[in-house]
């Protein structure tokens, strides 16, 4: 069965874009120089399908396909640079939700946390969102194992049913700003936080990867408030209002 020889290829002129023979070397139309690098081998004519060689020389000889592509790729990688520098910018922010520098009285948290855990009878108490803050200024290693980063302070900034516990640090003197939201609830002496996300700056990050990196954003902090935890976990219930969180301990049975 006889089959049809694959199409001759062409070159065309850079200059007037006039199609060639490819035995040319210089354009026919214009006297230009030719690209005869374009051209491809001997071998690859023989090899290749009728319909490979027809979208070959499509490509040859339809330049705009070829500008829509590189068109495209350049939009997509100036709208991808934009998205980065975006998210830097937003990264690099100070959250809206930053709370002030406390300078509430200094209490004893855990000591009054102990005192409720270890009552005969259920006691209620509370405690406000600058008195907590207060109270992590000495939960602070203010030297890291990182060259050039400090932590400056641990924050909670407390709305009704979440907590947001952040960290602010400096980069050799620029404040970076770290935080991640649990929603938090005790009930019949069974704390419950569920990570609904985090931030870096005025970055959201989603609770999936949250979940993932908080042990390495946070793990200091946990470590040092691991008693804390401990006592809150021995309460009956726990309510976070705005600004303040409220408790009852079980009492001594």
């Known amino acids: 069965m006889a089959t ?6 062409t070159l065309k002129c850079k200059e007037c874009d006039y199609q060639n023979e490819p035995e040319r070397v ?7 120089k030719l690209d005869r690098s374009v051209l491809p081998k001997e071998e690859q004519i023989r090899r290749e399908s009728p319909d490979r060689a027809r979208k070959r020389i499509m490509k040859m000889t ?8 590189r068109e495209l790729g350049a939009l997509v990688k100036t709208v991808v640079s934009a998205v980065v520098v975006a998210m830097i910018v937003q990264a ?3 959250p809206a939700t930053l709370p002030k520098k406390s300078e509430a009285p200094p209490r004893l948290v855990a000591s009054d946390l102990g005192n409720l855990a270890d009552s005969a009878t259920p006691l209620s108490g509370f405690f406000t969102e600058d008195e907590i803050n207060t ?3 000495s939960k602070v ?3 890291g194992s990182v060259p050039g980063v400090e932590v400056k302070r641990a924050y909670i900034d ?10 602010e640090k400096s980069l050799y003197g620029y404040p970076i700003y770290m935080a991640t939201l649990y929603r938090v609830e005790a009930s019949n002496g069974v704390l419950v936080a569920v990570n609904i996300g985090g931030s870096i700056g005025r ?5 999936l990867i949250m979940e993932r990196v908080s042990p390495l954003m946070f793990g200091s902090l946990a470590e040092a408030l691991k008693r804390e935890y401990g006592l809150l976990g021995k309460m009956q219930s726990v309510l976070i209002r705005k600004d303040r969180v409220d408790l009852v301990s079980k009492g001594k049975k």
Do not use: D, F, Q, W
Request: with cysteine.
């Open 92 to 94: 690099m922010r100070e």
């Open 135 to 137: 109270y992590l200024k």
């Open 158 to 167: 407390l709305e009704p049913g979440t907590a947001r516990i952040g960290v």
């Open 4 to 9: 049809n020889p694959p199409p001759t290829p």
């Open 203 to 207: 970055l959201p990050i989603h609770p």
């Open 141 to 143: 290693i203010p030297k």
């Open 26 to 32: 210089y354009c026919h139309n214009c006297g230009a």
């Open 62 to 69: 339809n330049p705009a396909a070829s500008v829509l592509r």
